[in-house]
């Protein structure tokens, strides 16, 4: 009665459920398709491109740094020259379907000044909707170490704001210099 409970629990469950060898494709198609560390810090020769550098690139290109996405929204406004006669919400309702704008974007379209800029603001959409996909090939650990050295420049430029802050205060005397007797309590 053991043996053949063993051979029952090696090939399929009593009560109809999966077959081991069922079990053993799933685990070994999940094994092909999971990728190796090597692969994501990409010092493999493969054309991988789902690297932590990759990832890196586009965590801060979509949306994971602030001071990208400000510099991005004022380069887009600066190249294209704004048109008094343009209707950004009559440009939605001819495109939005066509185009495939979701309604996250709508606010976004809606402060465009022209043709040129919406579509600049179209490609950069597409570009950071490709880019998450990308991120999201290198696992839940290379997203976070991707989105944390991303977002590096936007805590630097904080803390370099809060010196110069700081120093501005101090020169203009309401801010008392710290020393070394400074009594910060």
Same mark, same amino acid.
């Given at each position: 009665?053991?043996?053949?409970?063993?051979?029952?629990?090696?090939?399929?469950?009593?009560?109809?459920?999966?077959?081991?060898?069922?079990?053993?494709?799933?685990?070994?198609?999940?094994?092909?398709?999971?990728?190796?560390? !090597? =692969?994501? %810090? #990409? *010092?493999?020769? $493969?054309?991988?491109?789902?690297?932590? /550098?990759? +990832?890196?690139?586009?965590?801060? &290109?979509?949306?994971?740094?602030?001071?990208?996405?400000?510099?991005?929204?004022?380069?887009?406004?600066?190249?294209?020259?704004?048109?008094?006669?343009?209707?950004?919400?009559?440009?939605?309702?001819?495109? !939005? =379907?066509? %185009? #495939? *704008?979701?309604? $996250?974007?709508?606010?976004?379209?809606? /402060?465009? +000044?022209?043709?040129?800029?919406? &579509?600049?603001?179209?490609?950069?959409?597409?570009?950071?909707?490709?880019?998450?996909?990308?991120?999201?090939?290198?696992?839940?650990?290379?997203?976070?170490?991707?989105?944390?050295?991303?977002?590096?420049?936007?805590?630097? %430029?904080?803390?370099?704001?809060?010196?110069?802050?700081?120093?501005?205060?101090?020169?203009?005397?309401?801010?008392?210099?710290?020393?070394?007797?400074?009594?910060?309590?």
């Amino acid at each position: 009665m053991a043996d053949n409970f063993l051979d029952n629990e090696l090939s399929s469950d009593p009560v109809g459920g999966e077959a081991l060898v069922t079990k053993t494709k799933h685990e070994d198609d999940a094994a092909a398709n999971a990728q190796t560390w !090597a =692969d994501t %810090l #990409g *010092i493999t020769n $493969d054309q991988n491109d789902t690297t932590i /550098a990759q +990832g890196v690139k586009d965590s801060f &290109t979509s949306g994971g740094s602030i001071a990208y996405a400000i510099y991005r929204e004022v380069r887009r406004m600066y190249d294209n020259t704004p048109d008094p006669n343009w209707n950004p919400q009559q440009y939605l309702t001819d495109n !939005a =379907d066509k %185009l #495939g *704008i979701g309604l $996250d974007y709508f606010p976004s379209f809606a /402060a465009t +000044g022209s043709l040129g800029e919406a &579509t600049d603001l179209l490609e950069d959409i597409r570009e950071r909707e490709d880019a998450r996909s990308r991120i999201q090939k290198i696992g839940t650990t290379g997203e976070y170490v991707a989105r944390a050295i991303a977002c590096l420049p936007d805590i630097a %430029l904080l803390l370099l704001s809060l010196r110069g802050l700081h120093w501005l205060m101090v020169r203009s005397g309401r801010a008392p210099k710290a020393g070394p007797h400074t009594n910060i309590g």
